[in-house]
């Protein structure tokens, strides 16, 4: 059994920094794909950001030079690194991984985290 644990999130003024932590435990084998997603009131959950096995990175628009995704690839950690948070960043923030164990193939959610950006 997989789970990803989710910590971080919380109150910012706007121009702040917070990082996001997403950990994995379980009888996990590898792990393909790793991304950032958020979910704000009344919309739809959106990519923020993700990172490839190999370290290779992509952003949404209204993050980039803003937010840095890395990954530990010993701890099975993915973080998001937010710098100068705008009031448009307030939103649950959720990670995502591919995960294959030994009998399976699949995609799994953190539990989510509240990011507020406010003053």
């Known amino acids: 059994q997989v789970q990803l644990v989710e910590s971080g999130g919380g109150l910012v003024q706007p121009g702040g920094s917070l990082r996001l932590s997403c950990a994995a435990s379980?009888?996990?084998?590898?792990?393909?794909?790793m991304g950032w997603y958020r979910q704000a009131p009344g919309k739809q959950r959106e990519l923020v950001a993700t990172?490839?096995?190999?370290?290779?990175?992509n952003y949404a628009d209204s993050v980039k030079g803003r937010f840095t995704i890395s990954r530990d690839n010993a701890k099975n950690t993915l973080y998001l690194q937010m710098n100068s948070l705008k009031p448009e960043d307030t939103a649950v923030y959720y990670c995502?991984?591919?995960?294959?164990?030994?009998?399976?193939?699949?995609?799994?959610w953190g539990q989510g985290t509240q990011v507020t950006v406010s003053s």
């Open positions: 379980g009888s996990i084998f590898s792990i393909y794909a």
């Open positions: 995502n991984m591919g995960i294959a164990t030994i009998t399976s193939r699949y995609y799994y």
């Open positions: 990172i490839t096995s190999g370290g290779s990175t």
